[in-house]
T-cell receptor, first 115, second 114 residues
Framework: EAGVTQFPSHSVIEKGQTVTLRCDPI?????LYWYRRVMGKEIKFLLH????????ESGMPNNRFLAERTGGTYSTLKVQPAELEDSGVYFC?????????????FGEGSWLTVV | GESVGLHLPTLSVQEGDNSIINCAYS??????FIWYKQESGKGPQFIID?????DKRQGQRVTVLLNKTVKHLSLQIAATQPGDSAVYFC?????????????FGKGTMLLVSP
């Protein structure tokens, strides 16, 4: 069974440009999460989808970040325009319906560098 | 407020030793605690979890201890191996499906030398 996959694995963009990160959750997982870790900081929650609906987006830092999950399958996280402080690793995770946390599976992350 | 912190940023041990990684938390409302292991270039990998109605749980070579009185969580790794070298994160949340967010600590780097 394929795990959570993320694309691109690494991205280097200039300040002011746009980047779109993609996450393909494990097939059949209703819950999809985005987290990020900026340099020297802890991993922080961004938002949570249940199927195509945003269940909780309290962690989104500002309106430069837009997440979508069309059709309740894969999700995209767009940063527009990117700023230097957006550099870090963005993790996607998924879990089946319901929530015991031990079934949250993380992807390997998309490493973003804004220069 | 919600925060999870770590006492030691880096822990160096010899192969075969037992390792203990500590974590303090401040939100007494959380009822679910998890340890994750993150190897270089990979995402966090679930190790073990514990609910607030327990104070100890054992897995394969790992034990998690929870002290709710002092809001302290620890991960013990027995007979540490070089493959255990990674960053370890504690995280806290809720066992209820109504809540979805995990709050992570900053991470502790475990270095195992042969």
């Amino acid at each position: 069974e394929a795990g959570v996959t993320q694309f691109p694995s690494h991205s280097v963009i200039e300040k002011g440009q746009t980047v779109t990160l993609r996450c393909d959750p494990i097939s059949g997982h209703d819950n999809l999460y985005w987290y990020r870790r900026v340099m020297g900081k802890e991993i922080k929650f961004l938002l949570h989808f249940v199927k195509e609906s945003k269940q909780d987006e309290s962690g989104m830092p500002n309106n430069r970040f837009l997440a979508e999950r069309t059709g309740g399958t894969y999700s995209t996280l767009k940063v527009q325009p990117a700023e230097l402080e957006d550099s870090g690793v963005y993790f996607c995770a998924s879990s089946p319906r319901g929530y015991p946390g031990n079934t949250i599976y993380f992807g390997e992350g998309s490493w973003l560098t804004v220069v | 407020g919600e925060s999870v912190g770590l006492h030691l940023p880096t822990l160096s041990v010899q192969e075969g030793d037992n390792s203990i990684i500590n974590c303090a938390y401040s939100n007494s409302a959380s009822d679910y605690f998890i340890w994750y292991k993150q190897e270089s270039g990979k995402g966090p990998q679930f190790i073990i979890d514990i609910r607030s109605n327990m104070d100890k749980r054992q897995g394969q070579r790992v034990t998690v201890l929870l002290n709710k009185t002092v809001k302290h969580l620890s991960l013990q790794i027995a007979a540490t191996q070089p493959g255990d070298s990674a960053v370890y994160f504690c995280a806290m949340g809720w066992a209820s499906p109504r809540y979805s967010t995990l709050t992570f600590g900053k991470g502790t780097m475990l270095l195992v030398s042969p």
